[in-house]
């Protein structure tokens, strides 16, 4: 596994082997960020992260190296987290980002009270937690953390349907690759039509 772009470009993270990780793939993670970027690689520059069910924390490194200014990343399993700091020591980085060790909920109340407003926030459970996407989705939909115009993203596995309305929050987006695909949310009180040229990289496909 590795960074694919930005400032720390191919270089390794570590994961667990036979622990319950399932990190994000680097073609995913690709896709993802292409759909982010659209074309323009200094869109995150300064953007704000939130990386829920962070695991070994690919995809918020991912955005720390393309330009994102915070990442804020909340991870229940000690093992899990433990990882998380080392990849991000690994490769240098001193600031910017703050691991909360945390279940998500709980994790999501620390942040509120400390009045953090992000622009992406990310998901990625267990894929055998199916109940923790609704959960979560419902919870941010309702939450002060998700700045104007601000995305939620959810990774989850293709014949998991994880909602397309939580009250405010719509899903504008669905992009599927292998077995896996992306969720693409945001307040429905926000500009959500993507650019009719908006394609998925190779190998993607969206609805």
Sequence with gaps: MRVIAGRYRRRLLGSLPGYDLRPTSDRLRETLFNVLTAGNPSALEATIWLDLFAGTGSVGIEALSRGASMLYAVESSP??????????????????????????????????????????????????LAAAYEETIARLANSTLLKP????????????????M?????????????????????KASASISPPASSLPPEGGRTT
């Design 79 to 128: 093992p899990a987290a433990q990882l998380l700091r080392s990849n991000i020591r690994s490769l240098g980085i001193e600031s910017g980002f703050q691991v909360l060790e945390r279940e998500v909920s709980r994790g999501l109340t620390e942040l509120e009270r400390q009045a953090v407003a992000v622009d992406v926030i990310f998901l990625d459970p267990p894929y055998r």
């Design 166 to 186: 939580f009250g405010a929050l719509a899903r504008y987006r669905k992009l599927v690759q292998g077995d896996a695909a992306l969720s693409f949310y945001q």
């Design 149 to 164: 115009g601000g995305r939620v993203i959810a990774e989850h596995a293709k014949r998991l349907e994880p909602g397309a």
